[in-house]
């Protein structure tokens, strides 16, 4: 048994699910690659300035609908406090279960592009593989519409036609016979005439005129050409009038429209931007060198009145869009390099090229760089763009921030902080303010340069995270670079190399245990406090006391072994206390104890055990809590002490009640590509309704509020 094969079904969390709130991944960004945001909600929020604003981007194989919350003024938090509700089956007003957007997962394929149709009812989609799908929005079980191999290779961009009947993709056509593009009936596929292919058979970008007569322009990622198609059925154009050739060299990064199609704006690698008759498709101006690099995107406002660009040289530009002389002046800047970066420098970092950019709400100017950290960009007064009626315009730019990698670890802050550090595999750690959902920002290294502006503290994936209780608060960190880090108040000030590889930390009191291949490490107050214990076995999960007296170690023989931890000793600091043998048919791969103390759960690729640290008897023994399917990876348990929560890479979570052992909560579809971490956000003690609040990570790069109180007291009470 794996997983469940990817359907309508699964293509998000079911409704039915008591997610309360997503914190959502940033976009996959390639460098020297554009991004294709889509930012125009079609009837959903045209011209409703009481909705959200909300873009559209691909992450992984995922498509991420992600509301954008503005503040009402300059001094306010961007969005509100999560609230904990007795009652969590609602849905939002884009019709997810989430409060804050959306994640559509039924590709097998990295998504390179999505769109939403002009009525705001269908996304077409589309994937690395040259996959094409269409799928309905507005349906709680997004059902697909359409599902066609339209391209040989990678499709590149998609476009709807202003009637919503049709679609063009381009992206590689690959070799032998494929096609750089083509335009099909989205609900049938069948052809629509055909396309001009580009030389090598790469297509980049496309654009659909939305209004009659119908054009199509294509934009090539080699030839420096943009073909137009006049139809349907659609055929390329020829004439001395039309411009095909207006870039002089690589590829042509973006096309588009403006919104009565009278203007279509291009822009490529070279760092002009040409202006085009939208109908007769000739040539109304060329403007060079508006960018010192490679321009990656554009969009027009709601009005047609102003462009918006971004290029490799860290700037978002806006450009007049009128007709007339005028055309094409830039009108405005914004340094989103030098926004992003807190000491200014001569060099473009990296991770500060802006490879996409959209206006969100018709007027809200965005930009998204290769670090992918969105940047909603500040208007000034003497321009003609306002943000919605909800909020005032921003003084200082908004950045959002999070993960675009696979989430590894999570941690919580001090009690009663509302803090939530996560790292993924990019090396990459967040801090989170747990009461809104919103990224404090990221971590970053102190005494140590980020030339390239990615953020990350270690270089290579993150393999767990933990949090000392200490005055300052110390997070703790370890990851493939073979180093554990500290850091407090977002800065990461002390390094400590190991060995060996660290693969997993656990803390009790003021002591942690780092587990590596070679063996165990303790640390205590920032420092190393003894030499490397190697183990006759492999060790595959540990767990340590509150009283750091007891430590409790996973090994790859099925066993499950018990030592007394001495802090005399610097050479030796364990003694063989108990095994607990024949309690699992395979490696336990997590351990979790309970808060008083007196239960020990463990986990394998099936089973969750229950065993008590009295006499280490089993309370619930293998064959019992067997339903996971692959890797149980993570154990929380309640604040009082009577649920376990366990997640697996089959994308699913469980509840399970020590005094209803014969029921379970099951909760599918909650991660795609499985669950990372589990931690209840509740202390047991003040009684209030986040006791029965579940936050959950997962190789989606999805942070997860779950609110379980309702399931909870209707299963197991």
């Not at 469940?4 to 293509?11: K, L, R, Y």
């Not at 290029?311 to 992003?340: C, H, K, P, T």
């Amino acid at each position: 048994m794996g997983i469940d094969p990817i359907d309508a079904s699964n293509a998000s969390i079911p409704p039915s699910h008591p997610l309360t709130f997503q914190c959502l991944p940033l976009p996959t960004t390639t460098r020297g690659e554009p991004l294709f945001l889509e930012g125009d909600g079609g009837r959903l929020n045209d011209n409703d300035d009481s909705k959200c604003p909300f873009i559209i981007y691909g992450t992984g194989k995922l498509i991420v609908l992600r509301e954008i919350h503005l503040p009402n003024d300059a001094h306010e938090a961007p969005t509100q406090p999560i609230t904990f509700r007795p009652s969590s089956k609602y849905t939002s007003p884009h019709g997810s279960p989430s409060t804050n957007g959306f994640v559509y997962r039924s590709h097998s394929s990295p998504v390179t592009s999505a769109r939403l149709s002009p009525a705001g009812t269908y996304v077409a989609s589309a994937d690395s593989r040259g996959k094409l799908r269409v799928w309905a929005y507005d349906h709680e079980e997004h059902l697909p519409k359409l599902e066609v191999q339209a391209l040989p290779g990678a499709i590149r961009d998609i476009a709807w036609d202003f009637e919503g009947k049709r679609l063009v993709v381009v992206g590689d056509g690959g070799s032998g016979q494929g096609e750089s593009g083509k335009c099909l009936q989205w609900d049938t596929a069948v052809r629509c005439g055909e396309l001009m292919s580009h030389s090598r058979k790469r297509g980049v970008s496309c654009a659909f005129r939305p209004c009659r007569p119908m054009r199509i322009a294509t934009g090539g990622g080699e030839d420096a050409t943009v073909y137009f198609h006049a139809g349907p059925p659609f055929q390329r154009c020829v004439g001395e009038e039309v411009a095909e050739k207006c870039h002089e060299r690589g590829s042509v990064n973006g096309l588009r429209y403006n919104r009565d199609g009278s203007v279509l704006c291009s822009v490529g690698t070279d760092g002009s931007v040409c202006f085009y008759e939208g109908k007769g498709m000739s040539l109304i101006k060329k403007v060079e060198k508006v960018h010192s690099s490679s321009v990656f995107g554009c969009a027009w406002n709601r009005t047609g009145q102003y462009v918006l660009t971004c290029g490799a040289d860290g700037f978002a530009r806006l450009l007049d869009g009128r007709s007339g002389d005028a055309i094409g002046q830039v009108v405005y800047e914004w340094n989103v390099a030098e926004m992003q970066q807190s000491n200014s420098t001569d060099k473009v970092p990296v991770g500060a090229m802006q490879l996409g950019c959209a206006f969100i709400k018709g007027d809200v100017p965005i930009s998204v760089g290769y670090n992918a950290q969105i940047t909603v960009l500040p208007l000034p007064s003497s321009l003609n763009l306002a943000f919605p009626s909800s909020a005032s315009s921003l003084n200082e730019p908004l950045i959002i921030t999070g993960h675009q990698a696979p989430i590894s670890a999570v941690t919580f802050g001090k009690p009663g902080s509302n803090t939530i550090y996560t790292a993924d595999t990019d090396g990459i750690i967040i801090e989170w303010n747990g009461s809104t959902g919103v990224a404090n920002g990221r971590v970053s290294v102190v005494g140590e340069e980020d030339p390239d502006l990615t953020g990350k503290v270690h270089t290579g994936a993150i393999t767990s995270l933990v949090f000392s209780n200490s005055e300052e608060g110390t997070v703790y960190s370890c990851g493939w670079d073979d180093c554990i880090r500290t850091t407090t108040q977002r800065c990461c000030t002390n390094q400590l190399k190991t060995e060996s590889q660290p693969n997993a930390m656990a803390r009790g009191g003021s002591l942690i245990v780092v587990m590596t291949v070679d063996g165990l490490l303790f640390l205590k107050d920032k420092q190393i406090v003894s030499e490397l214990v190697r183990l006759p076995y492999t060790a595959t999960a540990v767990c340590l006391s509150q009283d750091d007296s007891m430590l409790y170690v996973g090994g790859d023989d099925c066993s499950i072994y018990v030592y007394a931890v001495s802090s005399d000793s610097r050479a030796n600091p364990l003694s063989e206390s108990h095994i607990i043998k024949d309690g699992h048919l395979k490696p336990v791969q997590s351990l979790s104890l309970s808060h008083d103390g007196t239960m020990l759960a463990a986990a394998d690729v099936r089973d969750v055990c229950i065993y008590s640290t009295k006499d280490y008897s089993s309370i619930v023994s293998k064959g019992r809590w067997c339903f996971h399917t692959q890797r149980i990876g993570c154990l929380a348990w309640s604040p009082d002490n009577t649920v376990l929560a366990s997640g697996g890479n089959d994308d699913d979570i469980y509840l399970w009640c020590v005094a209803k052992k014969m029921k379970r909560i099951h909760y599918r579809f909650a991660h795609r590509g499985g669950v990372t971490g589990l931690r209840f956000v509740g202390d047991g003690v003040s009684g209030g309704d986040g006791d029965w609040m579940l936050v959950s990570t997962g190789n989606d790069g999805c942070l997860n509020w779950w609110n379980v109180e309702e399931d909870v007291k209707s299963k197991f009470q």
